[in-house]
């Protein structure tokens, strides 16, 4: 309680969380939800788990987010088409990318699409770019014990490559490099 009111932003429910999507009075229940948490501090921002197959609520909202996520996880290409769709002015886009199975996919593959999703993001505007579940053995970046997993390294440093950057566009090299 006594640190409620440094938290800025609030999620309501869980990433996956599909229980807001045609939600009866979803706008009115938001905004008193949100003066709730006004009460605990100034400047606070609440945002809700969705789901990229579901359409986003028209209107304005009174939330400042949506973290956007679903199983299986969206290759980058569909990500890429997803993401111009989610557009909705004054809601940012946190998008949940979870990595690639170890038990179905090879190490190089894992890297490869986990690199590409998070730089696809970022490239289309995606205000904040995590991973769900950071822990676990199958998908996670860190093993069950704390330790780091295959995926740790490759994660950390696109993460720092991609921070505080902004797309500006391609450059064709010879060779096709």
């Known amino acids: 309680p006594r640190m409620a009111s440094q938290v800025r932003w609030w999620q309501v429910g869980t990433d996956a969380d599909a229980g807001f999507v045609n939600y009866p009075g979803l706008h009115q229940r938001a905004a ?3 003066a709730r948490l006004e ?3 100034f400047g606070v921002n609440i945002g809700l788990g969705w789901g990229w197959l579901n359409e986003l609520p028209p209107g304005s909202a009174p939330w400042r987010f949506v973290a956007l996520s679903c199983k299986p996880p969206l290759t980058a290409e569909e990500l890429s088409g997803y993401l111009q769709a989610a557009e909705r002015p004054g809601v940012q886009r946190w998008v949940a990318i979870d990595p690639l199975a170890k038990s179905e996919y090879s190490l ?7 690199v ?3 730089v696809t993001a970022k490239i289309h505007g995606a205000e904040a770019i995590f991973i769900s579940d950071p822990i676990g053995e199958q998908t996670g970046l860190l093993r069950e014990d704390g330790a780091p997993g295959e995926l740790f390294l490759p ?14 566009g391609e450059i064709r090299l010879p060779g096709g490099s």
């Open 32 to 34: 008193m939800l949100k």
């Open 39 to 41: 009460q605990a501090g």
């Open 108 to 114: 190089k593959t894992r890297i490869l699409d986990l």
């Open 116 to 118: 590409e999703r998070m």
């Open 155 to 168: 994660w950390r440093t696109t993460a720092l490559v991609l921070s505080s950057t902004e797309y500006l």
